[in-house]
């Protein structure tokens, strides 16, 4: 080690053919870039295998005790939505139809909810080995 003319203290000095004052300086705790990199990369393809597995499941959702059944995938699109015949009133066709919208909306908030629900199941590991919410907690050195 060589002692550094700027910052005084120990330090391993990566020099190149410029000044003294223009050294890059590498402290001996700092993090391992490649292990960091390929710890980075291994979340990036647990991710991407955690994204094509909520795409292709699907989860249902429903209302009105089964009379409208809605299906989504694991990132809330929209894929099925079935009504029941028995949820047809054709005495009051203004009410049906109002009722039925509200089970479709119900429904469908439903298999939403099912499909977030999905989503932390997956990807909530991935996120918790990020730290939870910061991003780096987990990562050697933050």
């Known amino acids: 080690m060589r002692q550094c003319n700027t910052c005084h203290g120990p330090r391993r000095l990566v020099t190149t053919d410029v000044t003294d004052e ?3 300086t590498v ?3 700092d993090v391992n870039l490649q292990q960091l990199l390929e710890q980075a990369q ?3 393809q647990q ?3 955690a994204q094509q597995e909520l795409n292709d499941a699907q989860v249902e959702g429903s209302a009105g005790g089964g009379l409208v059944v809605a299906t989504v995938n694991g990132g ?3 894929l099925e939505l079935r009504i029941s015949p028995e949820a047809v009133d054709p005495g009051d066709p203004q009410e049906t ?3 039925i919208a509200d089970l479709v909306i119900a429904a469908i908030r439903d298999a939403v909810r099912a499909a977030a629900d999905l989503q932390q199941e997956k990807l909530g590991p991935l996120a918790q080995g990020l730290g939870g919410g910061s991003g780096l907690g987990q990562l050697p050195g933050f």
């Open 97 to 99: 139809a109002d009722t």
């Open 22 to 24: 223009e050294h890059t």
């Open 47 to 49: 991710l991407v295998s």
């Open 76 to 78: 809330g699109e929209l």
């Open 42 to 44: 291994l979340m990036q």
């Open 27 to 29: 402290n001996p705790g």
